[in-house]
Structure formats: structure tokens, C-alpha cells
């Protein structure tokens, strides 16, 4: 009803509009003043079939707001009896997926047993190089290999320039002498088979002795003997050891630088100055050089 009411209000301005701008433009035009007079009056009657409009709207408006007022008082009355169940409609399009969910908690690892080895995946990128690590212990030096086979001899040198001339040599041995010597034991230090040089004589001088003694008694004994001159020894000390009941010999060297005039001899004693070497017997040769 109040929408009936706003329409019928709609065409009543709509109207009285139309008959205002018409009577506007009929004066504009200079039409007699007959017809404005009119125009006038139909422009009051617009306004007051407004003002009607307007009333009627208000009322309109007041009788809607009764009627919500008792429907809402109005008692409920008991619920009918359920009509039998409708045919079932179409199937509806699916709905659109849903957002996945959050990711579950892990479970339980299977019993089964586990899966063969996957394929080897693609090398990765070479690492940066490690630290230099402590020396290895050095191996066992390998098998010397063979001689290689001599080369050819090379061709015969020149024949380089003549040296310089050396010192003069020595003129040889000027005198040997000689001597043999005995004795029936040796206690204390002895000296055997001194020789003199010859008269005026003087130089290097060589000397050897050999001497031989025994042991008979039941433990051993040492010979020891050198050779010297009146003034100084000749080389050095020899020892030799001898069993119990045993025989050795003893070889003595030395060499010196002599003046004329001296002897040359052989010093020997025994370790234990006891008389345990008897039968000694020996002899001694001494040469004399330039």
C-alpha cells in the first residue's frame, strides 16, 4: 500500500512540474494573460495535490508500522503435519578446493624392512682444499738397479807437457849390520843384540827383530819388546801373549834419524817379571840409508 501511495505522489510532482514549465514558457513566449492566469492556477492545484501527496505518504507510512506491530503480537499456532519428503534435487557442482592444512606430525617409523638404495645423485662442487697433513713415514728404499753396461773407451789423450824435475833421491843404503842373541829367561827388562853403526856414518836408519821365547810354566805369560837407540825409541811397543806350555815369535820394526856413532838394539820384558819365559834367542838387522 505505501508503495502505491509514493507512486501516485511520484505522478502528481512529475505533473505539477510539467504544468510550471509550461506555464513558465508560455510567458516567455508572451501568450495573452488569460492563459497565465491559468497556468497560475494549475501550478496551485499541483502544489496542493503535493501537500495531499505528502499527508497521504505520512499516513501510509504510520498504518505499515501498526500492521509489523500486530503481526508480531499475533499467537503462534500449533505446527502442521510434515508433508511427505520431496524428491531429491540434482547433484551441485563441487565446491572449490579447500587451503591445504598444516603438516602433520611425523609417525612411527614402519615395520617393513627398509627400501633399496636409491640411484647415486649427481657429484657435488668441490670442496676448498684441506689442511696439508703430517708427512708419511718414508718408505723402504727401493731394489739398486743394475750397472749399466760401460760405455766404448774414449780415444787415447795427448801427451801432456813434461813435469818438473824432483827432488834428488836418496843414494841408497850405505851399511847393514847385523846381530843374534840369546838367553836362558827373561825377568826383568833386557836389552838384545846391540849394534853399532859404522864409523862415521849417520842417517835414516831401519831396524828389525825377531824374537822368540817360550812358556813353561801353567799360566800365560806376555812378551813385549821395541826397538830403539841410545838417544830415542824406534816406532813403537809390540806385545804378544803366550799360551802355557807354548812357544811364539815376536817381529819388531822401527826407524829413526841417527847420528855417528850410535848402537841400535832390541828392549824386551815379560808382563809378570816372574821368569816365565825362558829359551829366548832372536835376531837383529839394521840398515843404515843416505
Given at each position: 500500500?505505501?508503495?502505491?501511495v ?17 506555464a513558465a514558457?508560455?510567458?516567455a ?10 497556468a497560475?492556477?494549475?501550478?496551485r492545484?499541483?502544489r ?8 497521504a ?12 506491530t ?5 499467537i ?6 510434515a ?10 557442482f563441487?565446491?572449490a ?9 611425523t609417525?612411527?617409523a ?9 640411484p647415486t645423485?649427481?657429484a657435488?662442487?668441490?670442496g ?16 739398486p ?13 795427448a801427451?801432456?807437457?813434461?813435469g818438473?824435475?824432483g827432488?834428488t833421491?836418496s ?8 846381530s ?14 846391540s849394534v853399532?853403526?859404522?864409523t ?6 831401519l ?5 822368540q821365547a817360550?812358556n ?11 826397538l830403539?837407540?841410545d838417544?830415542s825409541?824406534m816406532?813403537?811397543?809390540y ?9 811364539a815369535?815376536l817381529?819388531?820394526?822401527g ?11 832390541a ?21 843404515l840409508?843416505?
Amino acid at each position: 500500500m505505501a508503495r502505491l501511495v509514493r507512486d501516485w505522489k511520484s505522478w502528481v510532482l512529475i505533473t505539477a512540474i510539467f504544468f510550471g514549465l509550461l506555464a513558465a514558457s508560455s510567458a516567455a513566449a508572451g501568450v495573452p494573460a488569460v492563459a497565465s492566469d491559468k497556468a497560475v492556477k494549475a501550478f496551485r492545484t499541483a502544489r496542493e495535490a503535493l501537500g495531499l501527496a505528502k499527508s497521504a505518504d505520512r499516513k501510509a507510512a504510520l498504518a505499515l508500522k501498526r500492521s509489523k506491530t500486530v503481526q508480531a503480537q499475533v499467537i503462534q499456532g500449533p505446527a502442521g503435519v510434515a508433508g511427505p519428503q520431496g524428491a531429491r534435487g540434482p547433484e551441485g557442482f563441487d565446491g572449490a578446493d579447500g587451503d591445504p592444512g598444516a603438516k602433520g606430525a611425523t609417525g612411527p617409523a614402519g615395520a617393513g624392512a627398509p627400501g633399496p638404495a636409491g640411484p647415486t645423485g649427481p657429484a657435488g662442487a668441490t670442496g676448498p682444499a684441506g689442511a696439508t697433513g703430517a708427512a708419511g713415514t718414508p718408505g723402504t728404499p727401493g731394489t739398486p738397479g743394475t750397472n749399466g753396461t760401460n760405455g766404448t773407451p774414449g780415444q787415447k789423450g795427448a801427451t801432456g807437457p813434461k813435469g818438473a824435475t824432483g827432488q834428488t833421491g836418496s843414494t841408497g843404503i850405505l851399511a847393514a849390520v847385523s846381530s843374534n842373541f840369546t838367553a836362558a829367561s827373561l825377568v826383568d827388562p833386557t836389552t838384545f843384540g846391540s849394534v853399532a853403526l859404522p864409523t862415521g856414518t849417520a842417517g835414516r836408519v831401519l831396524a828389525v827383530a825377531t824374537v822368540q821365547a817360550s812358556n813353561a810354566t801353567t799360566g800365560p805369560a806376555e812378551l813385549t819388546c821395541r826397538l830403539k837407540l841410545d838417544t830415542s825409541n824406534m816406532g813403537q811397543m809390540y806385545s804378544q801373549s803366550i799360551p802355557a806350555g807354548t812357544k811364539a815369535t815376536l817381529t819388531v820394526s822401527g826407524s829413526n834419524y841417527a847420528t855417528a856413532g850410535e848402537s841400535v838394539a832390541a828392549a824386551c820384558s815379560e808382563s809378570t817379571d816372574d821368569g816365565a819365559l825362558s829359551d829366548v834367542h832372536g835376531e837383529l838387522h839394521v840398515w843404515l840409508g843416505g
